[in-house]
């Protein structure tokens, strides 16, 4: 597509469920990125995805999160055991790796855990 | 650990003055920086960059300085327009050309009319 397209754009879910946020990148882009900002913070980095290599995953902030890509294409991000903390917009982009340093940022998934 | 810091939360400035936001960065180690500018309800989106082999870059009303005696970068609007009005990021390339941005926490700007 055109553009990064998140799934869904907003989800409310219960305490202790788990969830899973789903992203469509550019295709052809090599790079794919997830990040989450919680109200009032800024962008906090989650996990990056690079070709076939093994994925970053040094920022996720517990074992409750998991994330997975296929191949150069859609990912997703689980959460298990949903916590209030969690509550966040959960961004993903995807970038080329020639060049243009700029990621292209999807609108996000606004994920509400009551 | 923050490497990037905007001190500054919020910002409002008069339609058709200059827009000045700011950056500061730890680690000397980043060679790239970029703005990204995010409305309500979207994505940040891609404004400016600057190589850390330059001091200036400049697009239309947008020019990016940096001072790395300093570690420190700003974004110049003007002259700055209603739509500017959004949260502004700056980030920072991880060293090693990982393409891992680090973002700061965003400065929101309002234009006033």
């Known amino acids: 597509g055109a553009g990064v397209s998140q799934s869904p754009s907003n989800k409310v879910t219960e305490k202790g469920k788990d969830v899973e946020l789903r992203c469509d990148p550019i295709s052809g882009h090599t790079a794919l990125y997830w990040y989450r900002q919680r109200l009032g913070q800024g962008l906090e980095f989650l996990i990056y995805f690079q070709g076939n290599s093994a994925p970053d995953k040094s920022g996720l902030p517990s074992d409750r999160f998991s994330a997975e890509r296929t191949g150069e294409s859609v990912s997703t991000l689980t959460i298990q055991r949903t916590q209030q903390e969690d509550s966040a917009v959960y961004l993903c982009?995807?970038?080329?790796?020639?060049?243009?340093?700029?990621?292209?940022f999807g609108s996000g998934t606004r994920l509400t855990v009551v | 650990d923050q490497q990037v810091k905007q001190n500054s939360p919020s910002l409002s400035v008069q339609e058709g003055r200059i827009s000045i936001l700011n950056c500061d960065y730890t680690n000397s180690m980043f060679d790239y920086f970029l703005w990204y500018k995010k409305y309500p309800a979207e994505g940040p989106t891609f404004l400016i960059s600057i190589s850390s082999i330059k001091d200036k870059n400049e697009d239309g009303r947008f020019t990016v300085f940096l001072n790395k005696s300093a570690k420190h970068l700003s974004l110049h609007i003007v002259p700055s327009q209603p739509g500017d009005s959004a949260v502004y990021f700056c980030a920072a390339n991880t060293p090693m050309g990982a393409q891992k941005l680090v973002f700061g926490q965003g400065t929101r700007l309002t234009i006033n009319p």
């Open positions: 982009a995807s970038s080329s790796t020639r060049g243009n340093y700029g990621y292209t």
